[in-house]
Every structure is written in C-alpha cells, then in structure tokens.
C-alpha cells in the first residue's frame, strides 16, 4: 500500500531529523561514516517509522520485527533512528566519538534496541538469517530487514548467508542492498565489479527488486511485495547517492569517512536548513 | 589398561539427543557432516530441530549466534579445524562479543586426522579461542566427561567451544563424578610433580602415571578438563604441593594449556613448568599412533620426559 501524501511528507520530515542527527553527532566527533548513513537515511526511516513493530516499549517481545546492520560502519542512521524512537536520550547523540561513550563506531548491543554487534563486513546477513529462521522455528510471523552496503557484497560469506536462506526458504527475511556505487577505494564497479547484481542474486534463489533508494514509495511497495512473495527471500537493490542530503559531499568517494571541518559543518546545517524549509512550504502547501 | 573404551563421537552424538530430550530448545547444525559428526541419532528423534547448511563454516556460525538470539541453544559440530580457524571471526564477533548461546563442537580433533595431514589437523584451536573473552572451551578426556560436559553446556549459557577425538577413548570415570566446568579433577594424589593433561591425552597421562610411579616417581594427576575458564586455584595448590608441573595436550606448545598454566604459575606461583605438546612444525602424516609419536607423544617418551624433568 503506496503512503498517502501526508504520511509521506511525515517520512520526509523525519527521514531528514535522521540526517539532522548524524549531523549532531558528526559536529560532536568530527569524524565518522557518513556517507553510507546519509544514503541509507530513507530505508532506515521508512522500515523504523512505517513497517516495524519495533519500539522501546516492545524490544524484549519476541515477536517484534528484527533490524540487523550489517554494513555496521553506517551507525549514525542506526543511532539517529533509535534517539527519535526514544530508545536513547538525544543528548547521548553529542557524546559521539568520547572515550567509553555509549556509541561505538560500530553498533554493538549494549545499545538499547541494537540486534547484533556488526562491523566487519560479510557478518549480518548470516546473523539475519539466522534470526528469521529461529523466528520461524518459533512459529512468530516476524520479520528480519537486513542493510548492507554495495562495497561489503565482495565478502564471501554474504554468498554464503544468500545461498543459505534461500535453501532454507527465509522469506521473512528481507536485505536492502544500499546501492551508493562508491566504497571506500572508489566506484564499487572499479574495485571490485559485482553486477549485474540482480541476476546474481535472483541465480542464488531471492526474489530481487530495484528501486531508487530515496524514494519512500518505492521503499514501502518493495517491502509489500517482499511480504507478498512465499518461499524465498528478498533483495531490494536500492540505488541511493553517498552522502545524499550534502551538497558539498553527495557522491563522492572522500566522504566515506569524513573527517569534517568547521566550515563543512557550517554548510551542511545550511544544506539541512534549506531541506527543511522546503519540507515546511511544502506542509503548507498541502493544508 | 583393561578398561573399556567408547568412540568419543557417538557417546557425543547420544549426549545431544538427551539435552535435546531434556530441553526443547535444543538444535543440532551440521555443514554436510551429520553423519560423520554423530547427529544422526538427534535428526531422527527431531528431525524439525536438524539444520544442514552445507560446507559453508562461516556462514553457519553466523546463522547459529541469530537462531540463538531467538531463544535456541545451538551445537553446532564439525571437523574442528573447519569450526574454529575457518570461521574465527565468526567466533570472535557474533558468539563472543554477542555473547551468544552458541555451543561450538570440533570433532576428530587434534591430528585424529592423522593420514590426512596438517590441513584436517587442529592443534591450534585452544591458542585461537583463548583470546576470545568470556569464550569458555573444553576438552573432556572420557567418554563419561564427554557426556557430562555436553550436557552442561546445554544447561549453562554462554559461547562455548567442546573439542572431542576420535579414536576410541576408555573410560576412566563412573558415571557419579562430579563434572563442573571450569573445576579441574584431581585423579590421583602424588608429592614430585603434578602431571596436567587434557583431552585425548588425559588416559596417556593415567598410564604415564602408573609407569612413573613404578619407577619411583609419585605423581599428583589433574584432568584439566576445561581450558578456559582455567582452575587456577587448583594450580595454585597443585605448585604449592610438587613445585614442579608438566601439562600434556594433544596442541601446539605454542598458545595451548602449557603456556596458559606456565603464564599463570610465573605471574603468582613460580615454579618449572614443561609443556608436553606439538612442537612449533608441521605434523606429517600416518597412522595415528605412530603420528602422536613423532610429535613426542607416546606414551614412552612422555614417561621419559616427565622423570627427567621430575628429577
Ligand atoms: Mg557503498
């Protein structure tokens, strides 16, 4: 079911309080992995504020839905979605990058409503896997949404956790594949080419669907038709932009990790300022 | 010895099917080695509750630690080598840092694989899993440890790893004995050195005793049926008492139960300690016995090296 123009100017809004978030923490450390978190702010926003029956209330409830990160290095979505879920306190967000602070540069569970300790690639889609398959051997109708990046499927065992799930028939489990084209060496096409992508995965036995990775529509259809689709699993290829949301960084390989000066923290408020604004007049436009 | 020896593999495969029996959340994983792994028996009785993945051991571990997070307690069993240096940081990030109920089984252990050569040997496991925190590792030397040490680790949470043989292994407990991990046995009581040996070697080490004792030499014997978490207090006293330990493994030197009691007794109780395990090389291939004696593992020159140095 497509969202209606309200719920999607709702998502809008809060997909950019993510990208307000990581930017709170990044004027906090100075330094993070803000481009991956940046192109998967939509996927994040729409699977936490529109799909999931997660929430802090819920998180020892064995039926709730499960979210895995397995490209880990994408943390400050991850801990800017569980601050506007009320999982952490927003002032936690400014302690980014502290000694001992609560917020690694990889999310491990000691985070209230982290699922599992990720970071080195090619880990969480067996985790997941793993997770949906339990949840079915215990009858819960629960679902496992994975994220990876484009750059981590050149670890083996992700083609491992593929084949696997799709023998074992998981099709409550769900990986979005945050198709940016860059990783940290450059163009993922240069370092190590994995497309065609779909064919690939649709030869591994998943179901596969292709969207634009910031489109929230798309997002939520790709998410009806995976629970739609029995017997096999499901791969969204999202073609997202790095660092999308900054003007300054969008698809640029450099900003894998940014190490960030005063003067691009100073543009990129203004570039979240002049999003919100627009978001503003739009919610005007639409009373 | 006239005792009666068990293939350690099936007495693990009918310990599963009872913590299976016992509790319900039990599951056995196997990668294309049910068979060979004993998991027969439990795939029969619960067929729902047996899950093949295929020769992929990193992905299984992966695939374990998310059943686990899901209220299963996993055995997941293979030839050893190919469930700890091959997926190690599986080990490492999504069992120990996730603190997963997760039970790893490394079967044919050791140079069990002794034709085979260094590709299908694991005397290296014990060194890799040590340095995992909050990892507990054993390694029963019985058919009756093997079973009670199964079932312990089915009722106690925690990633845990349990190294099992292959050659038959005779029995050396009676079913009474109290098996708590992390408490090592003291088999027999001695006054010139303490003799600690694990695993496969634990019955080399009754002999050895009886022998050396022949020869004058009084041994106190340890089963250090755990190798991590360490029963350091029983070191302790063991140092205290004799003033001199050897261990014996069925490991490299190099990172097994040797250098963690040598690292111990040096930092509080300092007394010779000598490491009776592989030497730092390759191990060639052979019959099993002959293999074990190449490595200085007979029964002769364990006797041997443990009088002279028991001088
Ligand atoms: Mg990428």
């Known amino acids: ?287 | 010895m006239n005792k009666e020896a068990l293939n350690p593999r099936i007495v693990f495969g009918d310990a599963l099917l009872e913590a299976g029996q016992k509790n319900d959340r039990v599951l056995a994983i196997s990668t294309d080695s049910s068979g060979g792994s004993q998991l027969t028996a439990f795939k029969n009785a619960f067929p729902e509750r047996h899950i093949e993945y295929g020769i992929m051991e990193q992905g299984a571990v992966g695939y374990a630690a998310g059943l686990a997070t899901t209220g299963w307690v996993p055995f997941y069993a293979a030839i050893a080598p190919f469930v700890t240096g091959r997926p190690f940081e599986m080990l490492k990030d999504d069992l120990g840092y996730m603190k997963t109920n997760v039970k790893v089984v490394g079967r044919c252990s050791g140079v069990t694989y002794s034709d085979l050569g260094p590709t299908h040997h694991s005397i290296d496991d014990f060194a890799m899993l040590q340095t995992i925190p909050g990892m507990t590792i054993l390694n029963p030397g019985d058919p009756v440890s093997i079973k009670k040490a199964v079932l312990a680790a089915a009722d106690t949470y925690g990633p845990m790893y349990i190294r099992i043989g292959s050659p038959s292994m005779p029995v050396l407990y009676d079913e009474s004995i109290n098996f708590e991990i992390g408490k090592g046995i003291e088999m027999r009581e001695g006054s010139d050195v303490t003799l600690i040996a694990t695993g496969t070697m634990l019955a080399y080490a009754v002999e050895a005793c009886e022998k050396l004792e022949a020869e004058g030499v009084s041994v106190q014997l340890i089963d250090m049926h755990t190798i991590k978490p360490l029963d350091t207090a029983l070191i302790s006293r063991c140092a205290s008492k004799t003033g001199r330990i050897v261990t014996l493994e069925e490991h490299y030197i190099n990172g097994g139960l040797g250098s963690a009691v040598a690292r111990y007794c040096s930092e509080t109780n300092p007394v010779p300690v000598k490491c009776l395990g592989v030497k730092d090389e390759w191990v060639g291939n052979g019959p099993y016995e002959p293999l074990l004696e190449s490595c200085g593992l007979g029964l002769d020159q364990i006797v041997k090296d443990i009088a002279e140095f028991a001088k």
């Open chain 1, 1 to 287: 079911m497509s969202l209606t123009s309200a719920e999607e100017l709702k998502l809008k809004k809060k997909a950019l309080d993510l990208r307000t978030n990581v930017l709170r923490m990044m004027k906090a450390s100075r330094a993070g992995h803000v481009g991956g978190a940046m192109s998967s702010a939509e996927i994040l926003t729409v699977l936490y504020f529109h799909i999931m029956n997660v929430s802090p209330e819920n998180f020892k409830d064995n039926n709730r839905d499960r979210f895995v990160l397995s490209a880990g290095h994408k943390c400050l979505i991850l801990y800017a979605a569980l601050a506007e879920l009320g999982f952490i306190d927003y002032s936690v967000l400014d302690t980014y990058g502290s000694m001992g602070c609560l917020l690694p540069g990889h999310p491990n569970m000691k985070i209230p409503g982290v699922e599992a300790n990720t970071g080195a690639l090619g880990h969480g889609l067996s985790i997941s896997g793993g997770m949906a398959q339990g949840l079915k051997l215990n009858g819960s109708d629960a679902r496992v949404f994975t994220v990876m990046g484009d750059g981590e499927l050149a670890e083996g065992s992700n083609w491992e956790a593929f084949a696997a799930a799709a023998h074992h028939r998981l099709d409550n489990l769900l990986a979005f594949i945050d198709w940016n084209g860059l990783q940290i060496g450059g163009k993922t096409a240069d370092v190590m080419n994995y497309s065609p992508l779909t064919e690939k995965l649709e030869a591994f036995g998943w179901s596969v669907i292709n969207i634009d990775g910031h489109d929230l529509n798309a997002i939520v259809d790709a998410v009806t038709t995976a629970s739609e689709t029995k017997g096999k699993p499901t791969a969204v290829i999202a073609k997202t932009i790095k660092s999308k949301g900054l003007s300054f960084a969008e698809g640029k390989a450099g900003y894998h990790y940014w190490k960030a000066s005063d003067e691009e923290i100073a543009e990129a408020e203004a570039n979240l300022e002049q999003q919100r604004t627009e978001l503003t007049a739009m919610e005007g436009g639409a009373e």
